[in-house]
């Protein structure tokens, strides 16, 4: 394969496999299981060789968000570490999540790219990495009135496709400071607060009878009313024409 421009990482998730690479000079081998991860630098030319065909989820990041999060948690300098049949469970939580939402699609699809990717780069450079990550915990933390932009950030803008970038610029923060102190001060990462918002949203306007329900999900943020109703009957345990016949009797 052509060098990759980005960071690779693949998720085993069925069929044990033995697997023989070489990239960067350097020749991998080992036999892998579901569960473990495989991490390729961007930049190298490989060859890959599988004993069998295996269940993998790749994921591909770009270099710029991990020299983001590195410049946040103080290590610039850092090289990642190649390696296949690695043992990482937080990196493998991520990646689980990254599925599930492949596999099921929520609401504030790119707020959660955003998010995972953030965390994903953090959990790289601490697991996988040579950077010396630094504490940042007292830098976990936003004013009032920070939280009070962005909450109004989200209500005046529900129905668009938030970005953790858009939230971040509206409390005057970078998205990786932002995402964990506005979990700190919810409570709830900001994707979990933007689709509470949306769904609260959707029920005051179901309780109206002048909008039918494909207006409702358009003014919440779907663009499809087969989407509304699923991920609402999924929070509510209720369709929205069900809860709007129950808000009339």
């Known amino acids: 394969m052509p060098p990759a421009p980005r960071h690779f990482l693949a998720a085993h998730l069925l ?4 697997i023989e690479t070489q990239w960067g000079g350097r020749i991998h081998r080992a036999r892998s299981q ?3 991860c495989m991490l390729m630098a961007a930049g190298q030319d490989s060859v890959w060789h599988c004993s069998e065909p295996i269940d993998e989820l790749h994921v591909f990041l770009d270099p710029a968000m991990l020299e983001e999060v590195a410049q946040e948690i103080g290590g610039q300098h850092f090289e990642l570490m190649d390696g296949v049949a690695i043992v990482e469970p937080d990196i493998r939580g991520i990646s689980m999540q990254l599925l599930a939402e492949i ?4 609401m504030g699809t790119r707020l959660f790219a955003d998010t995972m990717a953030r965390a994903l780069a953090l959990q790289l450079l601490r697991r996988r990495s040579t950077a010396r990550v630094k504490d940042g ?4 933390s936003m004013s009032a009135r920070q939280l009070r932009a962005a909450t109004d950030f989200i209500e005046s803008h529900l129905s668009e496709d938030l970005s953790l970038d858009h939230l ?3 409390a005057a923060m970078s998205p990786f400071r932002f995402a964990r102190a506005f979990k700190r001060a919810t409570g709830q990462s900001p994707r979990q607060y933007v689709i509470a918002r949306r769904i609260e949203r959707a029920k005051e306007l179901l309780r109206s009878p002048r909008r039918d329900i494909s207006e409702v999900a358009d003014l919440v943020g779907f663009s499809t009313q087969s989407h509304f109703t699923a991920v609402f009957h999924r929070h509510c345990g209720v369709t929205p024409k069900r809860f709007r016949d129950s808000c009339r009797g």
């Open 34 to 36: 579901p569960g473990n």
């Open 15 to 18: 069929k044990p496999c033995r």
């Open 103 to 106: 596999e099921r699609p929520g």
């Open 137 to 140: 915990s007292a830098q976990n």
């Open 168 to 170: 971040a610029a509206a």
